[in-house]
Each structure stands twice: as C-alpha cells, then as structure tokens.
C-alpha cells in the first residue's frame, strides 16, 4: 500500500473553505484515493473517492492533479460539526483493508 | 436502510478472560471488516470476512479471530484479554464490490482491567 503524508491538524473558522493535502508519492497505477471522516467516539465515515481530476459530490470535493502525487480534500464553507479527523487512503481496490494513517485533526472555530 | 450495529456498545473485562463482540452489516452488505482503534496505534485492521471466509488479516496475535455466519453476521472473539487489549473494536461492512467504500458501525467500547 502507498504510504501518506497528511497534515497532523488543522484550524479554521466557521464559513470558510478548508483544503487538506495528502502527498502519496509512490502511488500505484491501480491505486484510488480515499478520504473518510471521523468525529470522536464513533467509526469512521466515507467522504469521497477518485482516481484522477476532480471528483465532486454533496460533501466535498477532491482535486488530483495529472501527476496523483497529491491530492487535496476541500470542504466548502465548513461549520462547527465539520470538526474531525479527516483520512487519506491509497489503495488497489483488490485490497480487502483500509490502511488508516494518523490523519489530520480539523478544528472549526466559530 | 438500517446502519452497521454491533454490540454490545460497552464491556468491562478482567485480564485473562476472553470476550465476543458481534457485528450485523448493512442488508445486503457480504463483506464485514474489523479494526481495533486505539489512541497509541490508531486505527490497525483486524481481518476481513466474505461469504463466510475470511479474505484478509492483519498484524494481530492469534488471540484474535472472528467469523462470519451465512446471514452476514459476524463476530470477533479475543482471548487471554491483557491490559493492551483495551480499545475501541470496529465494525465495517461493504457490498464487496467497492472495498474501499465501507460502512463503519458504532464501535465497542472494550476496557480489560
């Protein structure tokens, strides 16, 4: 599996738009890029997934440039429940298990 | 459609006893997956269960097993509980055609005194 790097935390106010990158240089051909979220004391929960551009749905957006080096997770306008520990994943989707890194804690203020 | 569930949501256990949990996927859902959370080592996967055989496992010592019943249902058993054990034990199901999008359940609470 191709190791992240992702921020260990990140502040931000409510309304604003929070950008979080990972860097996963040794991504493979076969590899898709996964965020999931987590607030404390409960499982985590899928956000969004892509292989290459930008993939948008009701919750976020994910851009991947050409090279899929990096990826960034942006999350519009964010609110005072937005705060939690966001995941990057990498991985063949022949894998059979997610790889959690730390992820990075985001903290929305008002 | 009702979520992951597992139970029970808390348990206490003394060093040395062993413990089940149980997991129901989402309906429908034949892939179940098992993660051990804890605040020193994260989130670290247990093993993998499809159509009743387990597909993948992690870096767990033999105290840990599961399985996987015809409806789905699923269970995890450890024993020889030692201190370490304490955490947080996570359920997630998938269709199995999308692994990477997996349903997380509430998780149990486990605390070995």
């Known amino acids: 599996l191709a190791k992240t790097t992702q921020p260990i935390s990140m502040d931000s106010y409510e309304g604003q738009e929070v950008n979080i990158t990972c860097s996963h240089n040794?991504?493979?051909?076969?590899?898709?890029i996964t965020w999931y979220q987590q607030f404390p004391s409960q499982g985590p929960r899928f956000i969004i997934q892509g292989y290459k551009t930008k993939v948008t749905n009701e919750v976020a957006s994910l851009f991947i440039p050409a090279d899929r080096k990096s990826s960034t997770l942006s999350l519009p306008r964010v609110s005072l429940s937005d705060t939690a520990v966001y995941y990057c994943?990498?991985?063949?989707?022949?894998?059979?298990?997610?790889?959690f890194g730390a992820g990075t804690t985001v903290t929305v203020r008002a | 459609k009702a979520g992951v569930t597992q139970t029970p949501r808390y348990l206490i256990k003394t060093r040395g006893q062993q413990v089940t949990l149980s997991c129901s996927p989402i309906?429908?859902?034949?892939?179940v997956s098992w993660y051990q959370q804890t605040p020193g080592q994260g989130l670290q996967f247990l093993f993998e269960?499809?159509?009743?055989?387990?597909?993948n496992k992690g870096n767990f010592p033999g105290r840990f097993s599961g399985r996987q019943f015809s409806n789905s249902r699923s269970e995890m058993n450890v024993s020889t509980l030692e201190l370490g054990d304490s955490a947080l034990y996570l359920c997630?199901?998938?269709?199995?055609?999308?692994?990477?999008?997996?349903?997380f359940g509430p998780g149990t609470r486990l605390t070995v005194t």
């Open positions: 040794n991504i493979a051909t076969n590899d898709y």
């Open positions: 994943l990498v991985g063949d989707e022949d894998d059979y298990k997610l790889s």
């Open positions: 269960y499809f159509s009743e055989t387990q597909r």
């Open positions: 309906s429908g859902h034949r892939s």
């Open positions: 997630a199901s998938s269709s199995g055609l999308e692994r990477y999008e997996q349903y």
